[in-house]
């Protein structure tokens, strides 16, 4: 597994010239003169003298392991003969037929396998392809798997150096594949430059160039979700694309050809959608911010008054925008799903069919095996510039709440930092959170800070105890620190003014209603207290008698008022 660029190493350094055969052996096919030689118990030194121009040695080319790598180099080969009259795989082929929907990650793993074959043409040969394809299947370590994207990203070249500009065509890669698949069409985010940039600049801090290696571990510490995606779509796209390809002189074939239908019942349950969660959008027609904030990061003016074309904006017009800005669009919640643990955008269920007794039982079995999963809801809990301000507002809706759930915090300077908490807030004088407590900077830069448990706290009524909410595992240093009124925050012994706070619950509908449902039970509560029915004889022992008395009052009858 995790050989498999040593091994392509070792061929290129054992290669001195190609084999000369006739026809179109320089393609990757064998040749017949030194078919003999190419045998288990041949001399290791005949290696170096059999390589073929597109990276082929012959004594490696044995049955195919995979058939369904076998089948789709067959088919790459046929149409490359009748587009360009090559025994091959040429890069433009790969990437039309295997890759349809994402041709230029077609094109990047093309010249990636290319690369690994040490090919001296422009096409690979069959065999070559065949190699190359197994090899890069038969990948199963993460690590390795991630270095071989930042390469393949990369510029491909004797030093190997990654460029930002490489780094960022592989996340917006990633973010693009996870879009395309989303439950609800494909979506856009008119913020996702600035998301993107946030992670680029805290990888590079300014360097212009940085080694595969670094980069790796800089995205196993801190996303390590984004990439293992579009891994799992390449291996899934070189597995089935011979199904899918349709050939006329195939049509008869069973094996090769099938339904359209199929085909995209498959891609549905591939489940590439499950890792970014769906941002449950607001009633539109209840409470408005300003000009309205779409969940892809939009920003309608409905609220603005018409603007003439070319006039620059104000500053009292480009602040009212600013505070607009959703803290969480959807290239941020792609992020944080690909950041933090898993349970934060765990897959929920698909209800069994309620009616056993349907017509189409059958088929709602079927759905139910290819779309078991569903990717997870975040719900709004809470949003300071809808539902106000304070410490009361904040606890009011965001306690009780028992699942998962993120906290966003947008301060001066364009810093907007995430509290993720795996379980239910509580106000208590101990620090709380499971393993799966984290800490993070979103913006200008982002970075995972600590993910420890143990490292949140909030109480804001408990006496000789710090008061606000808290996070970091070492009380005597938190990481972040806000005050008991929710106005300031604190970090790197820096205090900044809180514009807005957002709370998103990532648990299941389930966790919602209950919340929900006790918040509908402190108002019933609240409202019969109110209206206490007393007997005088009750009246005479009450408390609030006594409190009247020492006020001056000596007559509790209305009708003496």
Sequence with gaps: MGNAHSGGKQQGSSSSSPSKAKGNAGAGEPAQANGGSAVAGAAPGVRGMTRTASGADIQDRSQAQFQPVDKLGRILAKKCEELHGIHGVTGDVFARYVFPKYPDLGHKLFRYLRFMSHAKTEHLGLVAFRQQSEKFLALLDDSVILESYVRMFGDLNESELIKPENLKHLLRTCYNLAMAHYSDGPQSCRLLNRTLDSVVQSCFFSKESLSPGYICRWLENNVPRLVPPIHKYCVHALSTSHRTIMDNSMVSN?????????????????????????????????????????????????????????????????????????????????????????????????????????????????????LSLVPSHWTSLYDSRLDGSGTNRFLHHVLGYRGPNLILFRCEDDLLFCVANPNEWRETHLYIGDEGSCCLQLLPKFQMLEKKPKSLYLNT????????????????????????????????????????????????????????????????????????KMTAADWMDHPDRYLLELGGRQNYNNSST
């Excluded at 607009?324 to 069994?352: C, D, F, I, R, T």
């Excluded at 003014?497 to 108002?523: A, F, H, M, P, T």
């Design 254 to 370: 069973s094996e090769t050809v099938v339904s359209i239908s199929a085909i995209n019942a498959g891609e549905a349950s591939y489940g590439l959608e499950l890792q970014t969660p769906i941002l449950e959008k607001t009633n539109p027609f209840g409470k408005e911010l300003g000009g309205g904030v779409g969940a892809g990061g939009g920003i309608g003016g409905a609220s603005m008054l018409p603007r003439e074309p070319g006039k620059p904006l104000t500053a009292e017009e480009r602040e009212r925008l600013k505070n607009q800005q959703p803290l969480l669009p959807l290239s941020e919640a792609w992020l944080l799903a690909g950041s933090l643990p898993p349970l934060y955008s765990k897959p929920q269920s698909v209800p069994a069919p309620i009616n056993p007794n349907s017509a189409n039982l059958t088929s709602h079995i079927f759905l139910a095996k290819l």
């Design 461 to 532: 009524h408990i006496r000789g105890y710090p008061k606000g909410l808290r996070a970091g595992s070492d009380p005597r240093k938190p990481i972040l620190i806000v005050d008991e009124h929710f106005e300031r925050l604190e970090y790197r012994a820096l205090q900044h003014k809180i514009l807005s706070i957002e709370v998103w619950g990532c648990g299941n509908q389930q966790q919602r209603d209950v919340q929900l449902d006790i918040k509908k039970w402190q108002v019933k509560e609240a409202e019969r207290q109110r209206t206490v």
